[in-house]
């Protein structure tokens, strides 16, 4: 397991001057019974601070006599990595390890070259688990679901009204679990011995559905609405889904069944897209792309209350989701995409290659249509097919 923190030859060589660290200490004068007096942080900015702790990887000072033959280091039942280059007769710096104990004593260990020891009082702290993404919020009864974050140790996971999940794999920066039966909408939790957070996200989230293909619907002339099972490729995420799909789509090819038009005067009538600053709020959908998307930009943007896509409106502020910009573009069943509202920054006719844009969102209460097209420059005419479901507005 790496250190959690990396740390060039400069700053070690600042961080010895800081405590004093010279090689000509370690000279054979020094002779006496080893001690510890205190330990410090390496960080010039913290001044002063002397600690009875830190996190593992952290990087510490120990300040002391006699501690130039000091052959080994524990700390609890983790042996730390010691260079002789950062070993003298006052001071040892050394990085604390980044491995979760067994055995807990708090106490740091030093063996000495001549077989003795000493014992001095040091605890490490283990970080509270962070959850930082899902690979996809919407997941069946009994399927599997992915977690990313940290400090995954020896972890429970809960789901609304405090369900516990199944554990299937466990690694420290990724989790999979099973769906409980009868799962609820809302945030998932992780909990360990030394913590527990709470994600931001919600698995199922069904907050501010616009579009679910169920019973919101876009309008009909555009992709087609296809059944959970109606496509070899791509099963159902949540029943019913939008599928994009042709067999060589090019270069600014305005095709029906390549875009998706919500009319809001036909669907839930004059209700804003969204309600609060566009800082704060992402669009997020599920997304499943069965074979490779190579090029052709998806273009996504809201429209005013009108039976019209309204991308040739003066203030259309367009989203270019092009995520086979590194190269093709594949996933492994559904996935949910993320596209904040402030990447809705560009004009209709603003240049492929500006990445700053010539617009924004300036009024989200006047916007209630939604659309979804592939349009835009490409190298040549590919295969796309594209299956999206539960397009929606939510908090950061």
């Known amino acids: 397991m790496k250190s959690f923190f990396s740390y060039t030859a400069l ?46 990887g952290g990087l510490i000072a120990i300040v002391g006599e006699n501690l130039q033959n000091t052959r080994e280091l524990w700390f609890n039942d983790q042996k730390a990595n010691l260079s002789p280059t950062y070993i003298t007769n006052k001071t040892i710096l050394v990085n ?41 919020e919407y997941v069946p009864d009994g399927g599997i679901v992915e977690l ?27 989790l999979e ?7 609820k909408p809302g945030p998932i939790t992780i909990q360990t011995n030394f913590g527990k957070v709470k994600s931001r996200f919600f698995f199922r989230d069904n907050r501010n559905i616009i579009l679910d293909y169920d019973s919101k619907l876009h309008e009909t002339w555009t992709a087609p609405v296809t059944g959970a099972t109606a496509d070899p490729l791509v099963t159902g995420c949540d029943g019913s889904y939008a599928l994009f799909k042709h067999k060589a789509n090019g270069a600014w090819q305005w095709t029906n069944e390549l875009t998706m038009q919500y009319w809001a005067t036909r669907g839930r009538g004059q209700v804003p897209v969204a309600t609060g600053s566009i800082n704060d709020l992402t669009l997020k959908f599920e997304c499943n792309v069965p074979i490779e998307w190579k090029d052709v930009r998806m273009e996504m ?87 999206i479901d539960n397009i929606r507005i939510v908090q950061n």
């Open 11 to 56: 700053f070690m060589v600042l961080a010895l001057s800081i405590f004093s660290c010279k090689k000509d200490d370690n000279d054979a004068a020094s002779t006496g019974t080893p001690v510890v007096k205190y330990i410090r942080i390496t960080d010039p900015r913290a001044g002063d601070s002397l600690v009875v702790g830190a996190f593992m």
């Open 96 to 136: 604390v390890p980044s491995t979760v104990p067994s055995i807990v004593t708090n106490k740091m260990r030093f063996v000495f070259a001549d077989g003795s020891e000493l014992l001095h009082d040091f605890s490490v702290n283990v970080p509270a688990p962070t959850l930082t993404g899902i690979k996809c």
């Open 148 to 174: 990313v974050g940290d400090f995954f140790f020896e972890p429970k996971v809960f789901f609304t009204d405090n369900v516990a999940a199944e554990l299937v794999s466990i690694t420290k920066t990724k």
């Open 177 to 183: 679990v099973r769906v409980p039966a009868g799962a």
């Open 301 to 387: 943007f809201f429209g005013p209350y009108a039976d019209d896509h309204g991308r040739d409106a003066p203030a259309t502020a367009i989203a270019r989701w092009k995520p086979w910009k590194e190269g093709p573009f594949k996933t492994n069943g559904w996935v949910t995409i993320s596209i904040p509202l402030t990447e809705f920054k560009y004009g209709k006719d603003d240049a492929d290659t500006d990445e700053i844009g010539t617009r924004k969102i300036e009024n989200l209460s006047n916007l209630t249509n939604v659309v979804f097209m592939l349009f835009g420059p490409a190298n040549a005419a590919n295969p796309v097919q594209i299956a």
